[in-house]
């Protein structure tokens, strides 16, 4: 099971505090993942990515469309990532580490991939893709279809996904634009599995952005079974306080910051919330940060959170449930502090 990360920001941030200082940065979890689900690949040594977006605002070609580093070396091991990530800030950032699950180890097949200013990476799988396959492929226009260069699943999803776009070579895309063509994305390939009676649940934690807005979606095609894991945390800054260790700075109720990451990279447990199974994340140009379900035949008001209210048990939905518990673990904190 693959790692990803993303970090959108007010400011540039030095990718070194997210990829390779952090005690549990990415690259960190490369050799370290402590909630895969996949435990017969125990290490994430495919191949690497990162991609960003230029923090210059002149809105030449160069500054809106993203610069994607990959390698087939292990993340651990790359000098030349290291010295990248001390040197180049960006205010829009994407990573993944590899355990592959479909296709070789080229770099050609790592994560992530861009199509004009659209950036796109992938943790999961799609279940018996060797049969959705043609499918697929078969509703791409010939662009489309040209454009994939690798043989993942992942690439296949990302062009699927672009064909559900009025306009994927536009200059700009609204943030609901891009959220609809996501679900249409999810919505597709379950009907594919469905008609091709494939069983086996499908775990698509996919992450797009065009450099302004970013949504990703925490998935799994079952009502039973958790999607694998993915967490944000928002604030004003990500300060280190001692070597490797970070916290997430909430100065005001503003965001100024919110990073995504399959495993939290702090071991400060205030700052993370867990992206509730199914349910799909906008993180708009503005910053606000948007939490939806996804209420398809997977769907169930199950997952929640138990909360007691006098002397009731009620369980509220996923996601309102885990933030209402965070906000009153905050204020609680902040009553005792006075």
């Not at 952005?209 to 958790?226: L, M, N, P, Q």
């Not at 916290?247 to 447990?269: G, H, N, Q, W, Y």
């Not at 008001?301 to 509220?316: F, L, N, Q, S, T």
Request: neutral net charge; aromatic residues 10%; charged residues 20%.
């Amino acid at each position: 099971m693959c790692r990803l990360l993303l970090y959108k920001g007010k400011q540039p941030i030095l990718l070194a505090h997210l990829l390779t200082n952090p005690a549990h940065s990415i690259i960190n979890q490369s050799f370290d993942s402590r909630l895969r689900i996949d435990h017969r690949r125990p290490l994430n040594g495919d191949g690497f990515g990162v991609g960003w977006y230029d923090s210059d605002t002149d809105n030449t070609q160069s500054s809106t469309t993203p610069c994607i580093f990959t390698s087939v070396t292990p993340a651990w091991s790359n000098s030349n990532l290291v010295r990248l990530a001390e040197r180049i800030k960006s205010p829009l950032l994407f990573a993944h580490v590899r355990a592959s699950t479909q296709g070789t180890v080229t770099e050609a097949n790592c994560h992530p991939w861009n199509y004009g200013r659209i950036m796109w990476m992938h943790n999961g799988g799609i279940a018996q893709f060797d049969k959705i396959k043609r499918r697929l492929q078969n509703s791409l226009p010939e662009e489309l279809f040209l454009f994939v260069q690798g043989n993942t699943d992942s690439e296949w999803a990302f062009a699927l996904f672009l064909s559900f776009l009025k306009n994927p070579k536009a200059e700009k895309f609204e943030h609901q634009e891009l959220k609809e063509a996501m679900l249409k994305t999810i919505a597709q390939l379950n009907a594919w599995a469905e008609e091709l009676n494939i069983t086996e649940p499908s775990l698509l934690n996919f992450a797009v952005t065009d450099g302004e807005s970013v949504v990703c979606v925490r998935y799994i095609s079952s009502k039973t079974e958790e999607a694998a894991s993915l967490y944000f945390s928002s604030g004003t800054r990500f300060e280190c306080f001692r070597p490797g260790h970070y916290r997430m700075i909430k100065a005001d109720r503003r965001e100024d910051m919110v990073v995504v990451a399959s495993e939290p990279l702090t071991f400060e447990k205030a700052d993370w919330l867990t992206i509730p199974t199914n349910t799909i994340l906008v993180i708009t140009p503005k910053l606000n940060v948007l939490l939806h379900p996804i209420k398809d035949k997977f769907y169930t008001d199950e997952r929640g959170v138990e909360v007691k209210m006098g002397e009731e048990v009620a369980r509220i939905p996923e996601p309102k449930a885990q933030i209402m518990a965070h906000r009153a673990t905050v204020y609680s904190q902040a009553y005792c502090a006075t």
